[in-house]
């Protein structure tokens, strides 16, 4: 397609005309400068990757589509500023921001912290916090692996559905707390936290996966009858005690299937004598290492201890998807040789 196409009016922050007065024929350098030209055009194509911010322009029924969609690598991005976007579509874009209680559609996107917004979503990573207007239905999405994404359901009043179809990764559910209301997630490999502020409700999981339930029952149904558990993992421990120091060095990482996660989070040891008398308050490690192993410094343990004492390690990680999980290790004290 070239920028003179009958269908498109083209955004290219480097090759626009200088102060975004070019002609029909030519990019348009900003979404602002692209506007006017929306009158005999039907969508709004972004080239290149900067920013693109919404100003205070009439944005409804607008096709908003990036380079990703049409097989480019580089991302464009629109932040939504509070303007309506009623009946919009954006296409192979990264998209964030207010939306103005805008019901859209988003395929293909990267969606992070849009809030005030309902519609239909597909094939997009969503990430951040989501706070819907209305009701919303995501069909083969994921939850991002590196920014949480929480789904704030405190607009769902009465009896509206929330659809999560297909879904793969970690959703945080907040503020469900309406009896009438309903939400249904499918997938495989799933993982649903519901959060304290989940209280009233239907909720429905199928499929395979995990439910984390922090939730605070008033009138709230869980149906998770169609979900057959995820295997957690287990947590594997090595560890060596050097007795010149008396420091007990410990290695810990998560195994699932056969293989490692390397995103887990938040590792701690806490270690215990063999009466159960705490020794070692938790020493704690941020992030795993490029391999998925958490490596504690040196944890030490009381002098003395003597050839052959036995001491307890529990270690604690948060997976990939933000679950905690727990393992228990007994570990002999002997000198070195």
């Known amino acids: 397609m070239g920028a003179g196409n009958d269908s498109f009016i083209f955004v290219d922050p480097n090759l ?11 990019p348009r350098d900003s979404l602002a400068n692209a506007h006017p030209l929306m009158v005999n055009r039907r969508a709004i194509f972004l080239v290149r990757d900067p920013v693109q911010t919404l100003g205070a322009l009439d944005w409804t029924n607008v096709q908003f589509e990036g380079p990703e969609s049409h097989g480019a690598a580089n991302a464009s991005a629109i932040a939504l ?6 009946g919009s579509i954006f296409n192979g874009l990264s998209i964030s921001g ?45 939850g991002s692996g590196t920014n949480i994404f929480e789904l704030d359901l405190t607009a769902i009043t009465g009896a509206q559905i929330i659809e999560l179809l297909g879904f793969k990764g970690f959703v945080r559910i907040t503020n469900l707390a309406d009896a009438a209301a309903r939400l249904e997630i499918t997938g495989e490999g799933i993982e649903v936290e519901l959060a304290a502020s989940v209280t009233s409700g239907t909720v429905v999981l199928r499929g395979t996966g995990k439910l984390i339930n922090n939730s605070a029952p008033v009138a709230l149904t869980i149906d998770k009858s169609g979900l057959v558990n995820r ?8 560890a060596r005690y050097v007795d010149s120091t008396d420091a007990l060095f410990i290695n810990a990482w998560l195994e699932r299937d056969g293989s490692i996660p390397v ?22 490690v941020a992030n795993s290492d490029a391999q998925g192993v958490f490596r ?17 390690a529990v270690i604690t990680m948060n997976d990939e998807f933000g679950a905690l999980i727990t393992g228990i ?9």
């Open 296 to 312: 504690f410094p040196s944890l030490t343990v009381p002098a003395g201890a003597g050839s052959d004492t036995m001491v307890y």
């Open 81 to 86: 500023n509070a303007q309506s976007v009623a």
């Open 329 to 337: 290790t007994g570990i002999t004290i002997r000198p070195e040789s």
């Open 231 to 238: 295997d957690e993992g287990e947590i594997q421990i090595n």
């Open 16 to 26: 626009g005309s200088a102060g975004g007065a070019g002609t029909a024929l030519d």
């Open 98 to 142: 207010d939306a103005a209680a805008s019901s859209i559609a988003a395929n293909d996107c990267a969606v992070s912290a849009v809030t005030n917004v309902a519609g239909r979503f597909r094939r997009c990573v969503m990430a951040g916090t989501m706070a819907l207007s209305a009701p919303a239905r995501f069909e083969n999405c994921q």
């Open 263 to 284: 995103s887990t989070t938040q590792g701690s040891a806490t270690i215990y004598d063999e009466n159960g008398t705490l020794i070692v308050a938790s020493g704690a």
